[in-house]
């Protein structure tokens, strides 16, 4: 098991940027799928992003790909989502989770770790 705390949320006009982080704690993400999940008020959890483990590739949901990238430190201990051009449907909260096991990662499912979330508020 790995612990993960998301950080970096908050509140951002239309256009601006945010750099949301998710931390690992207990193990590094090497050998785990890391992904970025949302969920708008209302609606349900919707896949943002993965990275593939090792750091590998990268995957993006359409609805967001061109406006964010995924990175990841050199201690492999923290994720990024660097996310600009924002939109008042980005408007979530964001969670990071991460799994060893192989699926259908763009599904929540999948996934046994979560962090708590960090609220993103786009403002029009």
């Known amino acids: 098991q790995v612990q993960l705390v998301e950080s970096g949320g908050g509140l951002v006009q239309a256009g601006g940027s945010l750099r949301l982080s998710c931390a690992a704690s207990g193990r590094t993400f090497t050998p785990y799928y890391v992904a970025w999940f949302r969920q708008a008020p209302g609606k349900e959890r919707e896949f943002v992003s993965l990275?593939?483990?090792?750091?590998?590739?990268?995957y993006y949901a359409h609805t967001v790909k061109g406006r964010v990238t995924v990175s990841r430190d050199r201690s492999e201990k923290t994720v990024y989502l660097q996310m600009g051009g924002l939109k008042p449907e980005d408007t979530a909260v964001y969670y990071c989770a991460a799994t060893t096991a192989i699926g259908n990662w763009m599904s929540s499912s999948v996934y046994d770790n979560w962090g708590q979330g960090t609220e993103v508020t786009v403002s029009s």
């Open positions: 990275m593939m483990r090792g750091g590998g590739d990268v």
